[in-house]
């Protein structure tokens, strides 16, 4: 019993002891190990909850994560060539339907066109079927030549305010892409391959053929001329003639 008075003795000394004293464990001080104080004090290191702490991520990577990221860059560039390849399409889409668009507002009348263009040539197989020295003759039939004239000059003026022109290559070198070659005739007076007569004249819309002309080309003649070729400027002078001195000839005397 005395053992025990006395450890009750040292306990109620000791709890006195710590709530008097401004010990440095005094929670009510303004000691060094307060924790009323006003941010954390050097040397401080705030516990990592569980899980959390630095050691977590320092394992070996599974084997599985590099074949998974090299699949996943794989299909990112895939999906990135196929977005670059879907919006070239619609690029070469818009300009393809602009491009319809403006044809579809140019050649519109083309059907339309191919079957005026035989009352044009009615009217010209009338001017035609009328002699000349007839026409002098009678003072009546030249007058309804001249009318008749006058529409086809009106009947064309009006298809090239649409823009459709008349072909009438007669003398001109064959095209085969504007002509249409339907006889081939002797002509030694005429270089090979002329239009020398045209059975049928042809029409051009805008850029583009809407009939071909229906001639007769030459055949055994002399072959067509070239064009000049212009002589190659000689070292050291100009196409003037000049030399290097800039004088035009002699011995570079005024």
């Known amino acids: 019993m005395n053992s025990d008075k006395k ?7 000791g709890g006195q002891g710590a709530s008097a004293g401004p010990g440095p464990h005094n929670n009510a001080g303004p000691g060094p190990g307060t924790q009323a104080g006003p941010g954390p004090q050097p040397g401080f290191q705030p516990e990592a ?21 090299a699949r996943l860059k794989a299909e ?18 818009r300009k393809r339907l602009e491009r319809e668009k403006a044809d579809a507002s140019r050649f519109a009348i083309t059907k339309f066109a191919r079957d005026v263009v035989g009352v044009g040539d009615n009217v010209q197989r009338a001017i035609d079927a009328v002699p000349h020295r007839a026409a002098k003759q009678d003072p009546a039939l030249k007058s309804f030549v001249d009318g008749v004239t006058m529409i086809e000059r009106e009947f064309l003026s009006v298809l090239e305010r ?9 003398g001109e070198p064959f095209n085969p892409h504007h002509h249409q070659a339907v006889m081939e005739m ?12 045209v059975f049928q004249a042809g029409y051009m ?8 002309a229906m001639v007769a080309v030459a055949r055994g003649g002399m072959k067509p001329a070239a ?25 570079g005397q005024a």
């Open 205 to 212: 819309i805008e850029d583009r053929v809407l009939r071909p």
């Open 76 to 93: 990112a560039a895939d999906y990135k060539d196929r977005l670059l390849r879907a919006h070239a399409e619609m690029d070469n889409v």
């Open 162 to 170: 649409h823009g459709i022109k008349r072909l009438d290559p007669k």
């Open 227 to 251: 064009p000049p070729a212009e002589a190659a400027p000689q070292p050291g002078t100009t196409p003037g003639g000049a030399g290097p001195s800039g004088n035009t000839g002699g011995d």
């Open 186 to 197: 002797p002509s030694p007076d005429v270089p090979s391959g002329t239009v020398t007569q």
């Open 7 to 13: 450890t009750e003795a040292d306990g109620t000394n």
């Open 49 to 69: 909850p569980a899980g959390l702490g630095p050691q977590s991520n320092a394992g070996p990577v599974p084997p599985g994560n590099g074949e998974e990221i």
